[in-house]
């Protein structure tokens, strides 16, 4: 009876074993220490970033102003996102957190998207947005989300933010990294170096090779 048991908790064991893993690496590591500021100016590449001495950190380390004020759209989307992560606030460095504010103009676009380290939720300051995502079943999931309210961007998963209005708008968004990345959808695929071959986006498309040079065009760097 005891060996049966035995043989029936084994495999339960191991289920737990391997949840327990992937939810350990389903996001940064834990903090091993109480601060670990992010010493920018090493140039050792390690998961993150090596620690500041002790000694040289401050509480500027720990703060940001960046967020305070509306930033200056002047780009043809209309949106403009300003990151408060460990770049920015090298004391984030280990604590598994960061926060971005998007300001909109009328008609702004935040254009499609994916942050493969992170979830983000998105609280709305002032204006009204149309917000989805796109599951990996193909389904888009969409809202209009106004003043003070949240909206959820599961982690890896393409979204977007649009401001329909005749009014500026602006979010404050809370990604759980202290880095999660962004890789914009067109800009990824139609401005990469070395460039995605253009039989490759013709056939993905289903345009001629022509019309992929065009979009390719419109990406290419201002001279």
Request: proline share 8%.
């Amino acid at each position: 009876m005891l060996r049966s048991m035995a043989t029936t908790r084994a495999p339960l064991l191991l289920i737990l074993l391997l949840a327990a893993t992937t939810a350990t690496f389903a996001a940064d590591p834990d903090p091993l220490q109480d601060i670990c500021v992010a010493d920018l100016n090493n140039t050792i590449k390690v998961n993150g970033f090596v620690c500041k001495p002790a000694a040289a950190v401050t509480a500027e380390d720990f703060a940001f102003k960046g967020l305070a004020k509306p930033a200056v759209i002047n780009n043809t989307l209309g949106a403009v996102v300003t990151v408060a992560n460990v770049e920015k606030i090298p004391g984030l460095n280990t604590l598994g957190v960061s926060l971005a504010r998007i300001d909109y103009a009328p008609g702004g676009l935040n254009p499609p998207h994916t942050h493969p380290r992170a979830t983000e939720t998105v609280f709305v300051l002032y204006g009204a947005l149309d917000v989805g995502f796109i599951t990996t079943a193909n389904k888009l999931i969409t809202k209009t989300i106004d003043v003070g309210e949240i909206f959820v961007f599961p982690r890896g998963l393409i979204h977007f933010q649009k401001n329909n209005g005749d009014k500026p708008a602006a979010v404050i968004s809370g990604f759980n990294s202290q880095l999660p990345g962004t890789q914009p959808i067109a800009a990824a695929l139609f401005s990469a170096s070395p460039p995605v071959p253009d039989n490759v986006l013709s056939k993905a498309f289903q345009i001629s090779t022509k019309e992929v040079e065009k979009i390719k065009s419109r990406f290419a760097p201002k001279s």
